[in-house]
């Protein structure tokens, strides 16, 4: 089974600068990878995704994740934080292979200060 | 297009109560989700329909929970009785052929 680890309970920035969250994930195969973002009392949008091809991936908000299979990581990255980018973010696996059911990781949560 | 429809918004219950949940998928999604997110967690799933029909109710507590979509459209999620621990968010989602789109949840507290 696959699992997702996101290793950072909390994040915090200040804004304008970059981030990074981490995801590793674990699966035998190459699973299809996402990125969730989830404002106080809203449900999970979609930020970006990866199934094949370019393992760097553009999202929405300005948002990019690069995959690396030597590492089994799938890292979000933003090169100048927004205060309105303070939210819970959520990485998921799916099996791939035409099944989009994701197991998501725990979540970050951002806090970004002015 | 419209996104995925979920009500009540908040529910508080005391435990042993019964509730349910309301759920309208984006038209023409033929796959409906249920997850629930305590706090502090990841979402996770709870029942998987394909039109009208259970793909996958694995990690449904089914003493306690059931799920129905009877038309393969509108879907319910009832439980019956409440404990403390059912606390959490319960999101829906759905599909066609990709990723999910959630909706916003119902926030359940147990008291």
């Known amino acids: 089974a696959q699992s997702v680890t996101q290793p950072d309970i909390h994040i915090t920035v200040s804004e304008g600068a970059s981030l990074e969250l981490r995801c590793n994930y674990s699966?035998?195969?190459?699973?299809?990878l996402f990125w969730y973002v989830q404002s106080p009392g809203q449900g999970l949008q979609l930020l970006l995704k990866y199934f094949s091809g370019d393992t760097l991936v553009q999202g929405i908000k300005g948002f990019e994740a690069e995959f690396k299979r030597s590492q089994s990581s799938f890292n979000l990255r933003k090169p100048s934080v927004h205060w309105s980018d303070a939210a819970e973010y959520f990485c998921a696996v799916a099996p791939g292979g035409g099944s989009y059911i994701p197991t998501f990781g725990r979540g970050t949560s951002l806090i970004v200060h002015p | 297009e419209a996104g995925v429809a979920q009500s009540p918004r908040y529910k508080i219950i005391e435990k042993r109560q019964s509730v349910a949940f309301w759920c309208n998928p984006i038209s023409g999604h033929a796959t409906l989700y249920w997850y629930q997110q305590i706090l502090g967690q990841g979402p996770k799933l709870l029942i998987q329909?394909?039109?009208?029909?259970?793909?996958?109710d694995s990690q449904l507590p089914k003493d306690r929970f059931s799920a129905e979509r009877l038309k393969g459209v509108d879907s319910t999620l009832k439980i019956q009785p409440a404990k403390l621990e059912d606390s959490a968010v319960y999101l829906c989602a759905s599909s066609l052929q990709g990723p999910l789109h959630f909706g916003n949840g119902t926030r359940l507290t147990v008291t």
């Open positions: 699966y035998g195969a190459t699973p299809y």
């Open positions: 329909f394909q039109n009208n029909g259970v793909v996958d």
